[in-house]
T-cell receptor, first 112, second 112 residues
């Protein structure tokens, strides 16, 4: 059973298009993190959201944490080829010592 | 920001031999580190939680005698793949941190 459902798992779009990646769960998380990973490298933290309803923006990326802290989304505006990579959401729960539950990942390809 | 290093970045070993991978937190102390395994274009799969000064906690289905973990200091955890076989070939990533997880750059293991 996947505790954190991430979709879509694959996305191929043209430069300039917008996209949204979703992470959904039936469980409540104390925080949720989004990472971006390039081939052969470790994941790089993009943002952490901790408050229900929270919205954070990072240039063209907008991250939202659901009011109930069970879901999150990542929206990219005017995607660029440099956005290509594997995007991972990961949730943390209280009293788990930092252990993360990962979604399946979204492989994004932005074509020029 | 916090930095986590891994060594080696790539290793090729023969079937039946053992290989050790190091994970270091460079500018902070980590009582807990995590080891993951990742297959191409897939998400991270948690293998075990490395606890400084005590035994590691393994996830279901991960053989503790196969993947030996030692966390002898607050800045170093090691993962030893014993009697490696071609099916152990993978990308191994460690992370450290509690509020936020910082990931190492990964180690590509190829068993021939």
């Amino acid at each position: 059973t996947q505790l954190l459902e991430q979709s879509p798992q694959f996305l191929s779009i043209q430069e300039g298009e917008n996209l949204t990646v979703y992470c959904n769960s039936s469980s409540v998380f104390s925080s949720l993190q989004w990472y971006r990973q390039e081939p052969g490298e470790g994941p790089v933290l993009l943002v952490t959201v901790v408050t229900g309803g929270e919205v954070k923006k990072l240039k063209r990326l907008t991250f939202q944490f659901g009011d109930a802290r069970k879901d999150s989304s990542l929206h990219i505006t005017a995607a660029q080829p440099g956005d290509t990579g594997l995007y991972l959401c990961a949730g943390a729960r209280n009293n788990q010592g930092g252990k993360l539950i990962f979604g399946q990942g979204t492989e994004l390809s932005v074509k020029p | 920001g916090a930095v986590v290093s891994q060594h080696p970045s790539r290793v090729i070993c023969k079937s039946g031999t053992s290989v050790k991978i190091e994970c270091r937190s460079l500018d902070f102390q980590a009582t807990t580190m995590f080891w993951y395994r990742q297959f191409p274009k897939k998400s991270l799969m948690l293998m075990a939680t490395s606890n400084e000064g005590s035994k590691a906690t393994y996830e279901q289905g991960v053989e503790k005698d196969k993947f030996l973990i030692n966390h002898a200091s607050l800045t170093l955890s090691t993962l030893t793949v014993t009697s490696a076989h071609p099916e152990d070939s993978s990308f191994y990533i460690c992370s450290a941190g509690t509020s936020f997880q910082y990931f190492g750059p990964g180690t590509r293991l190829t068993v021939t």
